[in-house]
């Protein structure tokens, strides 16, 4: 299957603004975590996997889509012979 430079650059938009939602979606996750602490509405054990999941969460989704988008401009720049 050949790619062409549109369909990289759409994959790289799209990877760009899934990463932006992790980034969001983790730091609302983990300010719901600091905030359970913090209220003490729920045992402590709770609101650390809550924290420690907010984490992963979001070092790892930004991880992985920081990786498919330095491939496809990798992929981009042979494309057009860089």
């Known amino acids: 299957m050949q790619i062409d430079a549109a369909q990289l650059n759409a994959w790289i938009v799209a990877s760009q603004r899934t990463q932006k939602r992790v980034v969001i979606v983790a730091i609302a996750i983990l300010l719901?975590?600091?905030?359970?602490?913090?209220?003490?509405?729920?045992?402590?054990?709770?609101?650390?996997?809550?924290?420690?999941?907010?984490?992963?969460?979001?070092?790892?989704?930004f991880w992985v889509t920081a990786a498919h988008i330095s491939d496809w401009r990798m992929r981009l720049a042979r494309l057009q012979g860089k």
């Open 32 to 61: 719901v975590g600091v905030g359970l602490k913090l209220v003490g509405a729920v045992p402590a054990l709770i609101s650390n996997v809550v924290i420690a999941f907010a984490l992963i969460l979001g070092v790892c989704g």
